[in-house]
């Protein structure tokens, strides 16, 4: 059983940084396609960032050039390094794993962050 667990979120003021951590167990992380996603109060769930097995990356246009999707695979452990972020980047972040097909099919807790004007 794949199991998630984000921590690292906080309550900062803009144009502050933030990395969050997303710990992998019970599975072979390595392998899997790790993604960020994140939901604001009153909206969907949005895609943040994804980086493949390979190390291949790829990213929302909102994130595009201030967050960074990275992976320690002796760690078993995702991060999400976020910079310059803005008051809209508030929201519950989530991190989610592809284990067996090409969908998020296990997700952590999800992490609060919350960014002040």
């Known amino acids: 059983q794949v199991r998630l667990v984000e921590s690292g979120g906080g309550l900062l003021q803009a144009g502050g940084s933030l990395r969050l951590s997303c710990a992998a167990s019970?599975?072979?992380?390595?392998?899997?396609?790790m993604g960020w996603f994140r939901q604001a109060p009153g909206k969907e769930r949005e895609f943040v960032a994804r980086?493949?097995?390979?190390?291949?990356?790829l990213y929302a246009d909102s994130v595009k050039g201030r967050f960074t999707i990275s992976r320690d695979n002796a760690k078993n452990t995702a991060y999400l390094q976020m910079n310059s972020l803005k008051p809209d980047d508030t929201a519950v972040y989530y991190c989610?794993?592809?284990?067996?097909?090409?969908?998020?099919?296990?997700w952590g807790q999800g992490t609060q962050v919350t960014v002040s004007s």
């Open positions: 980086i493949r097995s390979s190390g291949t990356t």
């Open positions: 989610a794993a592809q284990t067996s097909v090409n969908i998020y099919d296990v």
């Open positions: 019970g599975g072979t992380f390595s392998t899997y396609t």
